[in-house]
């Protein structure tokens, strides 16, 4: 196996087959794997879950591959930061013993066709970021589905900041039987509360600003709703924060069961089901997105 040490301490290989076979040798040591799926431009809400894997399993591999079949846009796919040198450093610091850093057509062999099997997750998929980005994913089901199946059986951590991924990863788990423990992690956020994205460095000073009404919208509507007001009374609280703020386009901003994401149509005080606040909008060239539970608004205070 021809793994090149480009970082002390970290491993890095770019064929699937050197990865399954690096992971494949822990396992058979009685070593648990711990896996960080990412599109690398790691920031500090990537290496809090690179160092609670690296804290609750022995090896940790984190993935560093910009999939295009998730963006609907080519110049999204385009601007997206790509910072590899600086991942690795992060990787290292963070606790990562490998890197898997694949070309496209690592992933895609036959690109620029992504392939005939494509994973979809109806319901689940269909609506909120599913609605607003048709393929979207599709195309994170598909290549999650490709790179768990490639790392073998791990526990694998997901931050929370992208709500509808988690839950979309938890039943593709779920469903396909794959032989892997999802972990979801506590949104990190900056000391004014906006979420830790890796699409924040496209902000220019007045939009990263503005784009704090985010996290002001779901603390307002956390406290709506620890008031007894109904669905519709918090949503509409919600979007009066973001509306307020004139550079900056509401998408969504609903409250939602956590666990189907089916909007909550009933007086949510009259159970203790598990629900979630999930908020989307446009400032300037970025898309952003930002969730909180209700019942936790403290949890959209926490930083760094």
Not at 29 to 36: D, T, W, Y
Not at 127 to 151: C, I, N, Q, Y
Request: net charge negative.
């Amino acid at each position: 196996m021809s793994v090149t040490t480009t970082v002390p301490g970290v491993a890095v290989t770019g064929t699937a087959a050197e990865l399954a076979e690096r992971l494949d040798a822990e396992r058979r040591s009685g070593r648990v794997v711990g896996v960080v799926l990412t599109m690398g431009a790691l920031h500090d809400g990537h290496a809090s879950l690179i160092a609670r894997a690296a804290a609750e399993c022995d090896v940790v591999a984190v993935s560093v591959f910009v999939n295009p079949t998730q963006f609907a846009q080519a110049g999204d796919l385009a601007n997206y930061p790509r910072t590899l040198a600086a991942d690795l450093e992060l990787a290292a610091r963070s606790g990562a013993d490998l890197v898997f850093a694949p070309s496209v057509t690592e992933m895609y062999p036959d690109w620029p066709t992504p392939g005939a099997t494509t994973v979809t997750v109806s319901s689940l998929g269909d609506r909120w970021e599913g609605h607003s980005r048709p393929g979207h994913f599709d195309g994170v089901a598909t290549v999650v589905t490709k790179l768990l199946t490639m790392t073998g059986p791990c526990r694998t951590y997901f931050g929370e900041k992208d709500f509808q991924q988690l839950a979309i990863v938890r039943r593709v788990v779920r469903d396909l039987s794959l032989p892997v423990e999802v972990v979801g992690c506590p949104t990190v956020r900056e000391a004014d509360g906006l979420a830790m994205s890796s699409r924040n460095v496209r902000l220019a000073a007045d939009e990263r600003a503005a784009a704090v009404c985010l996290h002001r919208a779901l603390t307002v509507g956390a406290d709506t709703f620890g008031s007894g007001a109904d669905a519709g009374t918090v949503e509409t609280a919600m979007a009066e924060v973001v509306e307020s703020e004139p550079s900056v386009t509401l998408d969504y901003a609903v409250l939602v069961d956590a666990a189907d994401l089916e909007p909550v149509t009933a007086v949510p005080g009259a159970d203790d089901r598990p629900l979630r606040l999930l908020i989307a909008a446009q400032v300037g060239p970025v898309r952003l997105i930002d969730n909180l539970d209700p019942r936790d608004p403290q949890a959209a205070r926490t930083t760094r």
